[in-house]
């Protein structure tokens, strides 16, 4: 029994560990051998499946692109129109939720959309296929253990990028604070708000506690981004896991999880770009 | 939860994208619709023009119809007044014709009597003469009451 429950849970450990790659000596090494880099490690599945995922959303959007521009007035093919649909639906929610003007919101918002979702999408393709795929070739023609083999195949059950969307988000929340008021009224707006007195020496003393408030409320918002996206694809992932030890009931089990998580995977795209072009208009909202 | 280098690698893979999303992808597209919307609008609105013409060429027609109605009823009055004026000039000149021929008939009718008589004069004096030569033959010389004969001619 102790032997099971050991094997059980390293197997789920297993499904969570990314592939690592690292430079130790000025060699490159994976997994284990990486255990004492810390940050400077590379989760080598994530990025190959996000790159990817990336390049197939952006190759495809391309193709469509590229009809379009050719004869502006054809008659759009099933294809074209889906994605045009696509690039309406987002222009719609960009345009309803963001009153200024910028050319990289809405493409911006469609990426995060597309991309989001794609990655998202993976946790749709069962838990144990693509692992056992990668251990058996590992195990075949690399000679290596299939359980040093690890392949994470949801980028976004992957903190770091979820993280790391959050933060290109940050840099323009910060970008276009400082682009629409200036430094000085970015400035102004982390100090001076929400209390805000006319007496010189009283707002001085609560310049720090608004500062304090502010960058809180400013920090919070990519923390929210990243961890929201990451908890509920991360919970979604340990529950397919789960679902998949269990044997021959995991069937319906499996189906029914995997039904409601088409709609967890669309709503969590749909809200991380929301919020994104929503945080971007507030950042670029002139007035507090 | 282990934070890595990974988040580097994605944000460039996140930048990239999104910067070819914005260069390359959206605005060929974005284009294309708007291109399409405004297609649809000119189609739209010249059906509208379209329809509003077709009801003004109807009205058109339909009064240039009921000109062309009147006017056709008012050639067929005119003809037929034409006509009427017509029959009636050929009747009045048909009976000028008839009285003159008529006329010309008389006259020739009264000369031809008025000869014939004159003949029938002489032939009646002639007799009337033969027969008062045969009478006087025997008593009256012809050439002493020539001059009485004369006179009864004359009467005759």
Redo the contacts between chains.
Sequence with gaps: MAAGETSISSHIQHHLTNAKMCSVNGEYVFNKACSESGFWVLHIDTLAWSIGLGILFLWLFRIAAVKAGRDQLAVPGKFQCFVEMLIEFVDTNVKSTFHGKSKLIAPLALTIFVWVFLMNLMDLVPVDVLPALAGWIGATFFGMDSHDVYMKIVPTTDINTTVSLALGVFVLMIGYSIKIKGVVGFIKELTLHPFNTKNVYVQALLVPFNLLLEVLALITKPFSLALRLYGNLYAGEMIFILIGIIGLLQLPLHFIWAVFHILVIVLQAFVFMMLTIVYLSMASADNH | ???????????I???A??L???K???P??????E??QQ?IAHGLAATDRAEKDLALAQDKAKDQLKDAKAQAAAIIEQAKKREAKIIEEAADKANAEREHILAQAKAEVEAEGNRLREDLRKQVAALAIAGAEKILQRSIDEAAHSDILEKLVQEL
């Design positions: 939860m282990n934070l890595t280098l990974t988040i580097i690698g994605q944000m893979a996140f930048a994208f999104v070819f999303c914005m390359l992808v959206w060929p597209l974005m284009n294309a619709i291109a399409r297609k």
